[in-house]
């Protein structure tokens, strides 16, 4: 099993893709603290890493990263959902949200 975006020290890190403005999606997308890199090193191409602060608690005493496991549909419900943030990311869970026309589905997985 392979798991990604692992965070460290309250800092949580998710890809972004290709590096074309990474620092400029990766504050558009986790706010102007945030940092993006490009690091070519794990896969032999370069892709992009946002790095921002963990979420503080809200409802859990854990504080949590966001990430997304691609779109929910009929084929892929919240159930599904759920299973993918957690083969995807260590203790992540999932839930369907809708977003514009499409229904994301949205991880949270601890710091």
């Not at 392979?2 to 706010?31: F, M």
């Not at 945030?34 to 963990?54: E, F, K, T, W």
């Amino acid at each position: 099993m392979i798991i990604v975006n692992q965070t460290r020290a309250n800092i949580c890190v998710d890809g972004l893709g290709t590096c074309e403005n990474c620092n400029q999606r990766c504050k558009y997308k986790h706010g102007p603290s945030s940092q993006g890199d490009c690091d070519d090193l794990s896969i032999g191409v370069a892709q992009c890493r946002c790095h921002y602060q963990c979420e503080p608690p809200s409802l859990t005493p854990l504080n949590t990263c966001n990430g997304g496991a691609g779109l929910c549909s009929v084929r892929c419900p919240l159930k599904c959902c759920d299973i993918n943030c957690a083969l995807k990311y260590a203790g992540g869970s999932g839930i369907c949200y809708t977003l514009g026309n499409s229904n994301v589905c949205r991880c949270k997985y601890p710091c």
